[in-house]
């Protein structure tokens, strides 16, 4: 049985940081792409950015510069260090599992989600 768990979020001033974390498992992790997705309240689930099995990324273009993924096959975790952070950053920020597409449909499997806030 798959499982994907995401933690880290949580309340942060703008221009702070926080480390989200997303662990995996029941699948074989480190031949996946990994990808980090958000959802802002009203809006549609957007594409932050994702990670290949060997190490490739890519990034929305909203958070370039600011935020990194990583990846530990050792561990099955993805991480996403968010760094400067904005207050339009506010949203839930979910983990998912099989693509390295900004399309979410090219995803197998889904975290629950861990909410970032970000205040002014």
């Known amino acids: 049985q798959v499982h994907v768990v995401e933690s880290g979020g949580g309340l942060v001033q703008a221009g702070g940081s926080l480390r989200l974390s997303c662990a995996a498992s029941?699948?074989?992790?480190?031949?996946?792409?990994m990808g980090w997705f958000r959802q802002a309240p009203g809006k549609e689930r957007e594409f932050v950015t994702a990670i290949s099995w060997n190490g490739m990324t890519s990034y929305a273009d909203s958070v370039k510069g600011r935020f990194t993924i990583s990846r530990d096959n050792a561990k099955y975790t993805v991480y996403l260090q968010m760094n400067s952070l904005k207050p339009e950053d506010t949203a839930v920020y979910y983990c998912a599992v099989g693509s390295v597409a900004a399309d979410i449909r090219m995803y197998s499997y889904w975290g629950q989600g861990t909410q970032v806030t970000v205040s002014s």
């Open positions: 029941g699948l074989t992790f480190s031949r996946l792409g």
